[in-house]
């Protein structure tokens, strides 16, 4: 009786430290994570929660930029305008390890939209190295799946059009109807083919 009484007490008092913390993601159009960096416990659930526009809240790798690490991933939450109940993504907290986090979409990544779950204070998991290593990151690569926490409100969405430049070598005869990924201002024929015959630069 005694034993099992100590149980639930114990079974009690993890559960009252055991806290939501809360990242707003994006909000009055802009690109950041607020706040940027937070400490969680084992047990705490880190609650992103997507404002406005089309973002994702991807766990990164430190010391490579824009880059997924694999641990979780909302994929591309995009918000409506008129949307009441914002959609939110509850990554459960399972050590105080630092993780870096990114958001996928077009250069988000590249341009600050980053934070750090447990920074250190220095090195490649402080939240200076990774806003650092991202800036300078020639890609922003989303995650393949969604993974490592619970999306809710949300509907799956896309990349937005610019999110995933590719530049590759294609013939040039071949129709330029994949606007998506190529935009059409990337699509210019300068006239630079020509002398080189049938090959040319799409991007
Ligand atoms: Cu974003």
Known sequence: MHFSKTVALVAQAGAAFAAIKNVNVGGNKQLVFAPTSITANPGDTVRFTFLDQNHTATAGTPGQGCKPGGQFNSGFVNVA?????KPTFDVAVTSTQPQVVY???AQHCQVGMVMVINPSATGATSLAAYKAVSA???TNTPAKAVNGGVLKNATPAKAAKKARRT????PCFEPQ???NRYPSFFSIDFGWNKPFGHTR???
């Open 81 to 85: 305008a008129n949307a009441g109940t």
């Open 103 to 105: 958001c996928a979409q």
């Open 136 to 138: 300078k990151a020639k």
């Open 167 to 170: 530049f590759e070598r294609r």
């Open 177 to 179: 109807t994949d606007k």
């Open 201 to 203: 630069w799409h991007g």
